[in-house]
């Protein structure tokens, strides 16, 4: 297999790390023609890979001797911590050793790092973090889902272009479906800010937008695209993340309470595919789409299949040339 | 029993109209101290009424031959409806013929309607709509949760000591904890506008604000007041409601293929249980805060336990003189 496309892991970012990334790289390279960096502490990382067979080509270890926590204040880390994990991922992808950077690490770190080393798209005011969240129908791309808390009418523009070419070359979504998210599906609807991206999404050309998402209705799946500012992005993110656990707790106390404990047992199945439904691992990672170059964030919880999944991603994303396709979009 | 409270019940508003309306009024005189002006078409009204036994003192019939629906544009159609039902209740408010209104009409309406009519609260910039949102521990107090989606930070500061006279006199919460819905737990999380809001908060006198209410945590219940703009809150509140009903319809689904048709009939009682607590006819209205009376907006689709429910909330609100509570905490 030939490993044209390179990935920049970060071998210590998340709960799991490093078992679960090292072990979730190992069986990546067996799958697709990539190469990965794995970036770690040499040691550390060197006794987990010992546990797996793989092509001696398709892994090379990058050593960075910090670790960058979720608790830091993203701007000081990045610029203490040279030799963390992240930075040293993100300068391979800036001195193009690395067509990509993938982390479970921290999500602010990653959003600042990105931005002062990769660098972003031309035209671009804002990268956004997109996240695919489970629906009805299979699952919505939502931007930015949390990295731009105060957004000018035009981020969420560029949003849309982006999640557009985003969801056709890695999503393989033809023609997607771009909705706004608002609190009513009339274009009168909603505060300020969404009135006037109506407006502009309305005359925006090379993306097909349907109107506003209405909230009520993002669970039915109404759009493959989902458009709005990072903390209403974040709020439907966080806030499904949230109701799901407690509308399965409550249900499980309901059907465990005496007679039903019989009816419970024979309900495991169909609670486990619910729950696989909703698990972050099948989708892999978050994108934060608008940098010169992929750079993917796993949940902090992931698990191998998560590390899978993305590799997946960067590897549609760099074989369709997704950069240069946002490039062009964002110019029209 | 003294019938000192008198409450104006649009009796046209909302899909069950006047049915269940009518119904939960005949009951409601039965329960509590107060005399109900059931205000529509009188021909209608009075037929409907011929149902049910009920001390005469206790209801009257207030006639208006017009209806607003929900899909008028509010400020034209209280301006072209003066003879609405909404509007007529609303003026029986402002004439001190009536304590408080309730109706399952317009939102939109009963907003203006509201701000022009029976007018605003000494020191409040705007009236919020408070609804309370369901959760493990029992339900918040969510406020704003649509009446204003643009909001200057000190409508929320207002909202918070709003919240608080309501959830102690209405809900009969002991010193409510406030919570600012927020995407994370620190202080320096979110937005512009909750980033100021948080500051003053903090230097709030006569609330019990205990910090941002991180938004995957609101469904466990951390805060019995939750502060929020009102895009915002109608975000959190729509997006519970889809997500719960996409939940129950996949579960379902799940358990109702081949073999588990067995347990999915032993769950029956469960599954209503859980459906009951997320009833908005066991919580009863939503009130609009900030009027000099109680004006209470009930779920369009409400049956007649919403009104009773409704009803007792307007007679504590009355009683505990809750308007001059709320004067009072806003000018300390």
Redesign the interface.
């Known amino acids: 297999m030939e490993r044209n496309i390179k990935i920049a892991v970060d071998a210590m970012g998340g709960d799991n790390a490093p078992f679960e990334i090292v072990k979730g790289v190992a069986e990546a390279v067996k799958l697709y023609p990539v190469k990965v960096l794995l970036v770690g502490k040499e040691d550390i990382v060197k006794k987990e890979l010992a546990s797996y067979t793989y092509d001696e080509e398709s892994i090379e270890i990058v050593n960075a001797d910090e670790v960058i926590t979720t608790e830091e204040v993203p701007t000081e880390a990045i610029k203490n911590k040279k030799n963390s994990s992240l930075m040293v991922g993100l300068k391979l992808v800036k001195d193009k050793k690395a067509d990509a950077f993938i982390s479970a690490g921290s999500t602010g770190a990653m959003f600042v790092g990105g931005t002062v080393t990769v660098g972003r798209i031309k035209g671009i005011d804002r990268p956004a973090l997109g996240t695919c969240l489970p629906?009805?129908k299979g699952y919505s791309l939502l931007l930015d889902s949390?990295a731009n808390?105060?957004c000018k009418p035009q981020y969420l523009v560029q949003f849309a272009k982006m999640g557009t070419v985003y969801a056709e070359n890695v999503l393989g979504i033809k023609n997607p479906t771009v909705g706004l998210?608002n609190?009513g599906v009339e274009k009168e609807k909603?505060?300020?800010l969404?009135k006037e991206v109506y407006e502009m999404l309305e005359n925006t050309e090379g993306i097909n937008f349907i109107g506003n998402a209405?909230?009520?209705?993002?669970?039915?799946g109404v759009a493959d695209i989902i458009v709005c500012?990072g903390?209403?992005g974040?709020?439907?993110l966080?806030?499904?993340?949230?109701?799901?656990?407690?509308?399965?707790?409550?249900?499980k106390t309901?059907?465990t309470?005496g007679?039903?404990v019989?009816?419970a047992a024979?309900?495991k199945k169909?609670?486990d595919?619910?729950k696989k439904?909703f698990d972050s691992d099948n989708v892999g990672g978050a994108p934060y789409i608008g940098f010169k170059s992929l750079v993917m964030k796993m949940h902090g919880s992931c698990k191998s299949p998560a590390v899978v999944n993305c590799i997946k991603q960067c590897v549609d994303f760099v074989e369709n040339d997704t950069v240069a396709k946002i490039e062009k979009l964002i110019q029209e």
């Open positions: 629906n009805m949390g808390v105060d998210a609190i909603g505060n300020m969404v209405e909230i009520v209705d993002i669970p039915k500012d903390f209403e974040n709020t439907i966080k806030l499904s993340e949230g109701l799901s656990k407690m509308l399965v707790s409550l249900i309901e059907i309470k007679a039903y019989i009816a024979a309900l169909p609670f595919n619910i439904s």
